[in-house]
């Protein structure tokens, strides 16, 4: 059974009629007692009437000196008779009876007895009877009244329809006002399924949706998740560009080298090796894009991987005439992943050894409880506050005589972003650009030596 709805319902009416039925049950067997109780309380009351009129005469008879009050004992075979047995064996009944008489009794009861037998006609009849000695009397009167039983399960009956009826009518109403409250209760939820259908089809851009606290927070995840997959689409399509970008002037370049005569290997090795660099830098960002919900499970040291990546800057060509400073506590650590944290790094040092004059530092703090800054400073011309902007711009660049493609600055700042930190450029202690990392910080742990 797939639907929701359709089994609360089930379920509940499924409960409720069983509720429902046993309640019934009870309460028709409490009435049935009820009526035969009385039934039976009135019969006592009439064998009493009939052991009170019950005498002896001047002959020595037992005779009824009135007839009990309270049922019709005058006309035939009308359901109530009573009957006496003399001690000798005679027997007088009422007209009722008529030529009748009722069934004999067990011997050797005492009080009175309560019994079931057939009447005169055929009729289930009620016996009450008891033994008694009237005064002036040589031995024991045995005394009976019967009532028919008609009546009284015709009553039953009667009292068990209209229960019946009650609560037929009392289990529909109770089953479908719990179906209304269910589909009432579930509407939400469709209302949910319909709005995350029209996401899906482009026609908003989120559940957006008031919802009871049951299923708030189910929303509030739907909406971050679809938010989630549009940032990285849209980070996907950013990353496309710049690339595309990127590769328009190298492709360019290395065209006319192709077509040169001789073709001019040097360049050609130079644009490929840009080329691939380029590849590689939106590469790794394309994957930073795709799994930005689960990257800050992963922890880097930022002293650690600052020292390799210098040891890698002194040994190019370009960074040698630059002192490379890594200073700050080893032991603490970052929430990113070493690889990203690396990419975030290599792209501010080799900017900041690009233009330093003869210096580039770096130092790692802890401003605050559970953020570490990475201070990347160098001692070149700096950067004008109005320039900031175009900086981490994606393609932004300030100077085309210097090499590169204007991505390194803005992938840092994307990365950042993705794990949670900030990147901004700032006026250095020494008079050049300082950029300033921020990340979310992680349980430090004991340096390794």
Same mark, same amino acid.
């Given at each position: 059974m797939r639907s929701l709805t359709l089994?609360?319902?089930?379920?509940?009416?499924?409960?409720?009629?069983?509720?429902?039925g046993a309640a019934a049950w009870f309460v028709a067997g409490v009435v049935t007692r009820q009526v035969e109780s009385a039934f039976e309380t009135r019969l006592g009351a009439l064998l009493d009437a009939a052991v009170a009129a019950t005498a002896i005469d001047a002959e020595e008879r037992v005779v009824v000196t009135r007839a009990p009050a309270g049922a019709d004992f005058e006309r035939p075979l009308s359901g109530a008779y009573w009957q006496v047995t003399a001690p000798d064996g005679a027997v007088a009944t009422s007209r009722s009876l008529w030529d009748q008489v009722l069934p004999a009794a067990a011997?050797?009861?005492?009080?009175?007895?309560?019994?079931?037998?057939p009447g005169p006609r055929g009729e289930a009849l009620r016996i009450a009877e008891r033994d008694v000695v009237p005064a002036g009397a040589s031995g024991t009167t045995h005394v009976a009244v019967a009532?028919?039983?008609?009546?009284?399960e015709a009553e039953v009956a009667r009292l068990r329809g209209v229960l019946a009826a009650v609560f037929a009518v009392l289990g529909t109403g109770l089953v479908v006002g719990v179906v209304l409250q269910v589909v009432a209760g579930l509407a939400p939820l469709r209302r949910a399924r319909r709005a995350l259908a029209e996401v899906r089809a482009g026609r908003r851009e989120a559940l957006d949706l008031p919802a009871p606290a049951e299923i708030a927070p189910l929303v509030a995840e739907i909406d971050a998740l679809v938010a989630q997959n549009r940032a990285t689409v849209e980070r996907a399509r950013a990353h496309v560009g710049n690339l595309a970008h990127a590769l328009k002037t190298p492709v360019a370049v290395l065209r006319n080298a192709l077509d040169a005569t001789p073709p001019d290997i040097a360049e050609?090795?130079?644009r490929a090796d840009e080329l691939e660099r380029l590849v590689q830098h939106h590469l790794a960002r394309a994957r930073a894009a795709a799994t930005a919900g689960g990257l800050a499970a992963e922890e880097a040291a =930022?002293?650690?991987? *600052?020292?390799? &990546? /210098?040891?890698?800057?002194?040994?190019? =060509?370009?960074?040698? *005439?630059?002192? &490379? /400073?890594v200073a700050g506590d080893p032991s603490l650590r970052v929430r990113v992943g070493r690889q990203d944290l690396a990419e975030m790094l290599g792209n501010l040092m080799e900017n900041a050894c690009k233009w330093a004059a003869a210096r580039v530092e770096v130092a790692v703090a802890a401003p605050r409880p559970g953020r570490v800054a990475i201070l990347v400073r160098d001692?070149?011309?700096?950067?004008?506050?109005?320039?900031?902007?175009?900086?981490l711009a994606r393609g932004g660049r300030l100077d085309e005589a210097q090499p590169g493609s204007g991505l390194g600055l803005a992938i840092v700042a994307?990365?950042?972003?993705?794990?949670?930190?900030?990147l901004a450029l700032e006026r250095a202690p020494q008079g050049g650009l300082q950029a300033r990392l921020e990340l979310p910080g992680a349980a430090r742990r004991a340096a390794a030596a």
């Open positions: 089994r609360l319902a089930l379920l509940s009416g499924v409960w409720v009629a069983a509720g429902l011997v050797g009861h005492d009080g009175v007895l309560l019994r079931d037998a009532l028919s039983r008609r009546e009284t050609i090795r130079a =930022p002293v650690a991987v *600052a020292g390799e &990546i /210098a040891a890698a800057l002194r040994r190019l =060509p370009s960074s040698r *005439a630059v002192a &490379i /400073a001692d070149g011309p700096g950067l004008a506050a109005d320039h900031a902007a175009v900086a994307d990365l950042a972003a993705a794990h949670g930190g900030t």
